[in-house]
């Protein structure tokens, strides 16, 4: 990113991995956020490599039917 930041956000976050995608997802409908890179796409470190596996019934009742709706996604 060159320049200066737009003034008319409320919040910054560093970092598009899940915590900082999270964060913003979950503060978006409220605050107007940017969320900001240095890797060429989001999830690029740790984020992209911590899932050892993928099992349709993991989580609980609030997690797997994300688990299963990534399916298309990650196969």
Known sequence: MTGTLPSDI?????GAGIAGASLAAELAPHRR???IEAE???GYHATG??????Q???GGV???PLTAAS???LA
Request: glycine content about 4%.
């Open 56 to 58: 349709e019934s993991y």
């Open 10 to 14: 409320d919040v910054l976050i560093v």
């Open 71 to 73: 399916f298309d996604t």
């Open 49 to 54: 490599r911590s899932a050892a596996f993928w």
């Open 33 to 35: 956020v940017l969320m």
């Open 40 to 42: 060429d796409s989001p």
């Open 62 to 64: 609030g997690v797997q």
